[in-house]
């Protein structure tokens, strides 16, 4: 069997001690990030029903899901929902099993509804959004269908992974995580549609947080004005948890007091405001998007967790990247790995299999190589298992 593993010395400026950096993270609300929660949900829902039906997850890829902005008159105190946003799935699925029909467009459209009502807790499903449901039908005939013990690529294709996160990478993250995880509870003012931006500068860290405001919450711009500060400062509080670098936080640096503009919206969402999402538009696997680090442009969300080794030796990447550094703590600086297919090969034979690693002072990569390379074959032969991570939701793809 030829996995093609290579490992070798990255002779490169380690992250931490490069002069600049800038990392962004869009949140779970932002357009771009719905149209990849709806693509991989639906990817999800469809790969589960094929389970539970034929014992297999049969060909699809719903990889393609257009977020169209709708319009609202936002105000202090709350405002109305004037014409619904559009959502449009697209993609391609089973649809027919020996001649029988499936529900698989039931299926999407009762998944994606489900995601946006546990994601975007201020949107009226049901009033402020038409979810339409384009999915291309092919059939297939299971019983003369033998099961291969091998599955075979998709597509020639590649994907990346990075370890470990520098500071500001985890400081982004965090934020956003916060913001839209436990400081729910306490400031439901601010909605769903984030994006964090941050930028390093030597040992200053700048974020910029965009979030969007729900105006029910929000009876007058004293009140506007009193919750950015107290996010500011839950921020803040938050980052020094990550780093001993100096940070600052901007929030809404758009807002004009005087002439009454205001990140204000009725849903906690900006897509009320015409602001239109795609799938791949936004973070990578990584769930952030790093100019400094190595990426792939692929959009991993919605393709299907089998044979597409766009999406799996993106996240398989990421898996053995994190490997490597914890398993030789203090030995390993920082690692880049790459993974490349050939349409029609198994999926754990790649045409190469690379892990560029920064070593420790005093380490030479001659002593970490054979573990290195041991470790990458391992989860090359494993990669079979990241298929029911992914369709568990034990994996993120942004």
């Not at 999407?108 to 402020?128: E, G, K, P």
């Not at 959004?129 to 269908?145: A, H, P, Y």
């Not at 906690?268 to 239109?276: A, F, K, M, T, V």
């Not at 490349?340 to 560029?356: L, R, W, Y």
Request: glycine share 8%; hydrophobic share 35%.
């Amino acid at each position: 069997m030829a996995r093609n593993i290579y490992v070798e010395e990255l002779i490169h400026t380690p992250i931490e001690q490069q002069g600049t950096e800038i990392v962004e993270r869009k949140g779970i609300g932002h357009p771009d990030s719905v149209a990849d929660g709806l693509a991989e949900i639906v990817s999800r829902a469809l790969s589960k029903m094929y389970l539970q039906r034929f014992g297999r997850i049969l060909h699809h890829n719903t990889d393609q899901v257009e977020v169209v902005g709708g319009q609202s008159a936002p105000k202090f105190g709350g405002g109305v929902f004037l014409e619904p946003a559009y959502i449009l799935l697209v993609g391609r699925a089973t649809t027919m099993v020996n001649g029988e029909r499936l529900p698989y467009r039931t299926v999407a459209i009762q998944a994606a509804h489900d995601y946006l009502t546990t994601n975007c807790t201020n949107l009226n499903v049901d009033a402020d959004v038409t979810l339409d449901c384009k999915i291309g039908q092919g059939s297939v005939d299971l019983r003369g269908l033998y099961d291969t013990q091998k599955h075979l690529a998709n597509d020639t294709s590649f994907g990346v992974g990075f370890a470990p996160f520098s500071e500001l990478e985890t400081v982004v993250m965090e934020t956003e995580h916060l913001i839209n995880g436990p400081l729910k509870k306490d400031l439901k003012e601010v909605g769903q549609d984030i994006k964090v931006m941050g930028v390093r500068h030597d040992d200053a860290m700048r974020l910029t947080v965009a979030a969007a405001f729900v105006d029910k919450y929000v009876p007058d711009k004293d009140h506007y004005r009193s919750v950015v500060e107290e996010l500011r400062e839950r921020l803040l509080d938050n980052a020094v948890k990550f780093t001993d670098r100096t940070v600052k936080v901007d929030i809404n640096t758009g807002d004009n007091y005087d002439a009454g503009i205001f990140y204000l919206t009725v849903t906690g969402l900006s897509w009320e405001n015409g602001d239109d999402g795609s799938v791949g538009r936004g973070n990578r696997v990584s769930g952030l998007i790093t100019p400094y680090r190595p990426m792939s442009m692929e959009a991993a969300a919605g393709k299907n967790p089998v044979t597409h080794v766009g999406k799996l030796y993106n996240l398989l990447s990421f898996d053995i990247a994190d490997r490597l550094v914890r398993e030789h703590e203090g030995k390993v600086k920082e690692v880049w790995v790459r993974i490349v297919s050939q349409i029609g090969n198994p999926i754990d034979e790649p045409q190469a299999a690379t892990a560029q690693i920064i070593p420790e002072k005093g380490t030479h990569l001659s002593s970490l190589q054979r573990d290195a390379e041991a470790l990458i074959d391992e989860e090359l032969e494993k990669i079979y298992k990241l298929t029911e991570r992914i369709v568990d939701g034990k994996v993120h793809c942004f």
